[in-house]
């Protein structure tokens, strides 16, 4: 499978502040990488598809320029939340599909918690 | 949009049997259909995965049977363990590369 890391694995920050949260695919190249949200004791929510060299997509619902995605190479892409929330304290995970590969495979996470 | 339903939500099972989890889906795409495990506070990690044009896949411990017709799919513990104890995802596709994740079940395996 693929390793995936993620960081930072925690952060706590003031509402109204931007916080980043980086994501590397360590041993395979990801053109695709996918960006999901989850709430305690909740499903994994699709943020958006993460695509390096263009733009992400995102999913019905998320806010775009709330939640900033850039994929500057095949291992990198980063999410930036702006103007962070408290109801934006959740759970921020990523995951790449190397090609070739038939599933996604998931970073660590990152909690996120907005006071 | 794919839609899946998981089920059951809990799962409780003593030492030594059987787990088992099912999950329904919509659409049909040709592409693989898995399921995750997940501890608290850590992503999922991918448990087993299983292509639509095979009925049966084993892992060890872990099997997942594919009904295409029926559109479901469950996967199967055997002799489960208290370290078995997480939160199960099963999970379908949608779209390029994309998935739809179930509802999740947490299963307590029974010392």
């Known amino acids: 499978g693929a390793v995936v890391s993620q960081h930072p694995s925690w952060v706590i920050c003031k509402s109204g502040t931007s916080v980043k949260i980086e994501c590397r695919s360590l041993d395979f190249q990801a053109t695709t990488m996918f960006w999901y949200r989850q709430f305690p004791k909740q499903s994994l929510m699709l943020m958006a598809t993460?695509?390096?060299?263009?733009?992400?997509?995102?999913e019905q619902g998320v806010e775009k320029d709330k939640f900033l995605i850039n994929h500057a190479s095949l291992t990198l892409s980063t999410l930036t939340v702006t103007s962070a929330h408290p109801e934006d304290s959740s759970f921020y995970i990523c995951?790449?599909?190397?090609?070739?590969?038939?599933?996604?495979?998931f970073g660590p996470g990152t909690r996120l918690l907005v006071l | 949009q794919q839609q899946v339903k998981q089920s059951p939500q809990s799962l409780i099972v003593q030492k030594g049997g059987i787990s088992i989890i099912n999950c329904a889906y919509e659409n049909t795409a040709f592409d693989y259909f898995p399921w995750y495990q997940q501890f608290p506070g850590k992503g999922p990690a991918l448990l087993i995965a299983i292509r639509p044009d095979v009925s049966e896949k084993k892992e060890g411990r872990f099997t997942i049977s594919f009904n295409k017709s029926a559109k479901q799919f469950s996967l199967h513990i055997m002799d489960s363990q208290p370290g078995d104890s997480a939160t199960y995802f099963c999970a379908a596709p949608s779209g390029t590369y994309k998935y739809i994740f179930g509802t999740g079940t947490r299963l307590k395996v029974l010392a």
């Open positions: 995951s790449v599909r190397p090609a070739g590969m038939g599933t996604q495979y």
């Open positions: 993460s695509n390096e060299g263009s733009k992400a997509t995102y």
